[in-house]
């Protein structure tokens, strides 16, 4: 290699020796290049790959997220549901319970009511059968005393006679009738 | 390029092509020989790191959630190398490295593809200073890595040594030192530097030839013609090796970091 470059060249030139002047160009030169593509470029590669991991894993998240609270709902409404069947069964209850005991007020009102109504007959007949019976003893006195004065003929002068005579009838037809 | 422009426009084809050919005259001053500050050869190395870096900031420069179609390109080469090298061979801690690791990669790629790129048609990294600068860097970053992590007198040990009976250690640890801390930076960069020259010298044997066989007797036109086409297979092969270069460089850095933060050998 050294003889032909020595033979065909003005300057001779071994491929294995670097240049150094090729040294400091090509180290400032990929310097340059490593400044720049690495404080520009790839960290900022990184942080968008970066982004979109959070982009895609955070979208997850979220679905996840109302998922979640979907369900959460979803158990409130049938939490909800369940509550609101049983207050109405509890106030059908109370309304089938309320209706019976009114029914029961009425009924014992009623019964109170008729029971007054017949009591009060019950007095009225027994005050009037006082009354009939009052008067009916003075009538039945005066006409056994008629009678009687017809019968016999005879006045009973003796107003006091007379009088004991009939009472003691009628108590005589009133312990009869008693018994 | 120019040199061999100038060759075959004074109709006299230089072959075989020899070393010189790699070092063309310099931009600036115009066609001195003796200068290295500016050209071909570090024009391409400063429009590898513009490019990338107009490519990166512009495609870059609005993030959006649901990719552009160029963000999402830029992305994936970042995503490609973050994932598929320093996760792969790191583990989740490799995820610090990615951004380092991904320029070294991008700037090999490009600057690979210089080879078979029409009018540029060298690679930088067949000059071996370039190979040796991302060796060097390599090196360092390993290094600085494992004594950062364990301390210097632990990540000696676990480099040096390896869980081997006594009496082999006075074999084994001089060969560790030597393929750890001496090859390791010589094998990257002369692997790389080596590819990108070979098949640049293998590029030009076949164009070279098919007009040095030309000039030499018409009658070889047909051979020329089958070199010109052996031409365009190997640039289909030097195509793999410029990716595939690009890669194991990447790979074998990332694998260096691997070993310096392992906790064992």
Not at chain 1, 12 to 29: K, R
Not at chain 2, 41 to 54: D, K, Q, R
Not at chain 2, 64 to 77: D, G, H, N, R, Y
Request: proline share 5%; hydrophobic share 50%.
């Amino acid at each position: 290699m050294y003889f032909l470059a020595a033979e065909g060249g003005e300057s001779t030139h071994n491929p294995i020796i670097p240049l150094w002047q090729e040294i400091v160009v090509g180290s400032v030169a990929f310097a340059v290049l490593c400044f720049v593509l690495m404080k520009f470029v790839f960290p900022r590669m990184e942080q968008t790959f970066q982004a979109r991991v959070d982009a895609i894993e955070g979208g997850i998240k979220r679905a996840e997220a109302a998922q979640a609270e979907a369900n959460q709902l979803l158990e409130q409404y049938r939490a909800q549901l369940a509550e609101a069947r049983t207050d109405a069964a509890k106030i059908r209850d109370d309304a089938r319970a309320d209706a019976e005991g009114i029914r029961q007020d009425v009924l014992a009102k009623a019964r109170e009511e008729s029971d007054r109504i017949i009591a009060a007959g019950k007095d009225q007949l027994a005050a009037e059968r006082a009354t009939i019976v009052r008067e009916l003893r003075s009538e039945v006195g005066a006409i056994a005393v008629d009678l009687a004065s017809k019968i016999v003929g005879e006045s009973l002068a003796d107003e006091a006679r007379r009088k004991g005579t009939v009472d003691r009838f009628l108590s005589g037809l009133e312990s009869t009738g008693a018994r | 390029m120019f040199g061999q422009a100038n060759v075959l426009a004074a109709g006299q084809a230089a072959f075989p092509p020899t070393v010189e050919d790699f070092y063309l005259p310099s931009i600036l001053p115009w066609g001195a020989h003796e200068s290295y500050w500016f050209t071909k050869i570090t024009a391409m190395v400063w429009i590898a790191v513009g490019v990338l870096i107009i490519f990166f900031l512009a495609s870059y420069r609005n993030p959006q959630l649901v990719p552009t179609k160029k963000q999402w390109f830029a992305e994936s080469i970042y995503g490609f190398v973050r994932n598929n090298i320093a996760v792969d061979m790191i583990g989740h801690a490799g995820v610090r490295f990615a951004p380092y690791f991904t320029t070294l990669f991008c700037f090999v790629l490009l600057t690979n593809s210089f080879a078979i790129i029409p009018f540029f048609q060298i690679s930088p990294n067949s000059h071996i200073a370039f190979p040796a600068i991302l060796a060097i860097i390599s090196y360092v970053l390993f290094n600085y890595i494992g004594i950062k992590q364990h301390g210097f007198v632990k990540y000696f040990k676990n480099s040096l040594i390896p869980p081997a009976p006594w009496y082999i250690l006075p074999l084994l640890i001089p060969i560790e030192l030597f393929s750890t801390f001496i090859v390791r930076p010589f094998s990257l960069a002369v692997r790389l530097f080596a590819n990108m020259f070979a098949g640049h010298m293998l590029l030009l044997v076949f164009t070279l030839g098919g007009f040095a066989m030309l000039s030499a007797n018409a009658w070889l036109a047909p051979v020329s013609v089958l070199s010109w086409v052996m031409t365009i297979a190997l640039t289909f092969l030097e195509f793999l090796v410029i990716v595939l270069q690009a890669y194991v460089f990447t790979v074998l850095t990332a694998s260096y970091v691997q070993g310096a933060l392992a906790e064992e050998h």
